[in-house]
């Protein structure tokens, strides 16, 4: 239970004996064993030692801003068994109407008894984000219509209850089993078989040894211009060392059609749910099932130059072990060309990518910091990195897709980022968190 400090009544309740009623000792309380920390929530010290032990049941209620709440979600939801209850108070907004009103203060809290309690959006905000990631969970909200006598006829003493307000609680049941088709050990993805996959053929090499990787969502006409620019490329070179793995991203209704690759070396994945900023996922199946030592990344905006598809031949056919990065971009922004570098387009080896932990998942649901917490990895473990837009002899990507009317939104991956980097949450190495089908 976290709460926003301990006062003296609280402590009092923690006593072992029960000498004026009021101690939770005198109802049983104190047979379930307790350790009292009185420190920050997320204060390292106590984070690390709670961390060695899986928890049944969390309460937050500690400081209602919308970054505390989030960081200790984030941080308390790593330590709750599967089938554990993670929960905290005041889920209530007077903004919103997706949230219930927040309630009148009680008679506990003297002067303002009966009088509007504190609005909580932010708590309500830091939940709903947070739990956007899990799509398949439901929230579930508390009635607090609790009364002396109510309570008496339960065989609980009213004077154990001490509450400013009626505001609602929340709670989530962490699912016993979360899909999730790997772990990443040791630079290779080792399969977990309780998840479904489904495979219709395979991904062969075909005696290629570059996998140019392309994520797909929805947009056919985008994905048909795409193709007929790489068409308009294609060397026999390309076509003898290319192999190309489309990963459509979970597309509710406009579903890519596999048969349209033909002239090409390829094979497309389809991710079975809707996930929302899905990125990480999605690039993590499309290492997993391309068949070719070295992986080039692109975005669906992204019209590579012949220049850079050559480049990355050269690059897989010589056994470069070092990863490409940065590599120039032209954008067409409101008329004007703007010359930059592609943050999602990338260049290594699968050992590399794997190795480095994939992308980590635990970003998918929000966006932002995919590219970001990637290349943070880089760093940290000391690979060899190549910033492409340096090197002068390789032609810019064409990027000609801006979608404005697109929330991005990078606020609750930025604290996960921090929490992250901070080593208060770990790395996570469990990948392929979802149902797919592989088609060839």
Request: glycine share 6%; aromatic share 10%; net charge neutral.
């Amino acid at each position: 239970m976290i709460e926003p400090y301990v006062n003296e009544n609280l402590r009092n309740r923690l006593r072992d004996n029960c000498s004026e009623g009021f101690e939770w000792s005198c109802y049983g309380i104190h047979n379930n064993s307790y350790t009292l920390f009185e420190n920050k929530s997320l204060n390292p010290q106590v984070l690390k030692l709670l961390s060695k032990v899986e928890l049944n049941f969390i309460y937050l209620d500690g400081l209602h801003t919308y970054d505390n709440l989030l960081r200790e979600l984030h941080v308390y939801w790593k330590m709750l068994k599967p089938g554990g209850v993670i929960a905290g108070h005041d889920y209530c907004s007077n903004q919103t109407n997706d949230a219930p009103v927040c309630g009148l203060y009680t008679e506990f809290k003297g002067t303002k008894h009966n009088k509007p309690s504190q609005d909580q959006s932010e708590v309500v905000k830091a939940v709903q984000n947070w739990s956007s990631r899990y799509p398949n969970m439901q929230i579930h909200i508390t009635t607090e219509n609790f009364t002396a006598e109510s309570l008496d006829r339960l065989g609980f003493n009213y004077s154990l209850v001490i509450t400013s307000t009626r505001n609602p609680s929340w709670y989530y049941i962490k699912p016993t089993h979360i899909c999730g088709s790997g772990k990443i050990v040791g630079g290779h993805v080792i399969q977990n078989p309780k998840c479904i996959h489904e495979l219709v053929g395979q991904c062969k090499t075909q005696g290629t040894l570059l996998s140019l990787i392309i994520l797909y969502y929805e947009d056919k006409d985008r994905m048909a211009n795409l193709l007929n620019h790489y068409r308009s490329l294609w060397t026999p070179e390309l076509q003898r060392y290319v192999h190309v793995t489309i990963i459509d991203d979970g597309s509710p209704r406009n579903k890519f059609d596999c048969d349209l690759m033909h002239g090409f070396k390829a094979c497309c994945a389809t991710i079975k749910e809707d996930i929302t900023w899905n990125i990480g996922g999605a690039r993590n199946l499309a290492a997993y099932v391309s068949p070719t030592p070295h992986l080039l990344f692109t975005d669906s905006d992204s019209f590579l130059s012949k220049s850079i598809l050559e480049f990355s031949v050269d690059r897989a056919k010589a056994e470069d072990k070092r990863i490409f990065i940065d590599f120039p971009r032209v954008r067409k922004l409101s008329g004007n060309e703007v010359l930059s570098s592609h943050p999602a387009v990338m260049l290594l080896t699968k050992h590399s990518f794997w190795s480095n932990g994939g992308c980590d998942e635990d970003f998918v649901g929000s966006y932002g910091f995919t590219d970001v917490h990637f290349k943070k990895r880089l760093d940290q473990s000391g690979y060899k990195v190549v910033q492409v837009k340096k090197m002068l002899h390789v032609d810019p990507i064409i990027s000609q897709f801006e979608d404005g009317s697109i929330r991005r939104d990078a606020s609750m991956n930025k604290v996960l980022y921090q929490l992250k980097t901070q080593l208060i949450l770990p790395w996570s190495n469990d990948c392929l968190r979802f149902n797919w089908s592989l088609t060839s």
